[in-house]
């Protein structure tokens, strides 16, 4: 039996033309300009990753708009917690996404 190499053409340019998976991903993103949209999406599905279960459970409401993260937490403690803890919180999620996608945290 003979494997699919065998049909190949000796000037096959497949190999040469492939993209990888993420480089085409990102083309993707741009092309449709949804890049920073899903890198927020992204962003808050790791939020319980990021800042632990704990701050997790107490966060009521969280989303991107404009470079600002805007994040309603449930207890008043917390919230003067997490403000004096503001560039910590910032430090993590630039680690983990770059210094582009959040300039700045507002606390409710």
Wanted: charged share 35%.
């Amino acid at each position: 039996m003979l494997s699919n190499m065998a049909y190949r053409k000796k000037d096959d340019k497949r190999e040469e033309r492939a993209t990888p998976l993420k480089e085409a991903f990102n083309k993707l993103l741009h092309s449709y300009e949804i890049k920073d949209k899903y890198e927020a999406n992204k962003l808050v599905l790791s939020w319980k990753e990021l800042m632990g279960p704990t701050i997790a459970n107490r966060t009521e409401k969280i989303y991107l708009l404009d470079h600002t993260l805007h994040i309603k937490l449930s207890s008043p403690h917390l919230r003067q917690e997490m403000l004096m803890s503001k560039q910590r919180v910032l430090d993590i999620i630039a680690e983990k996404f770059g210094n582009d996608l959040v300039k700045d945290i507002r606390f409710y």
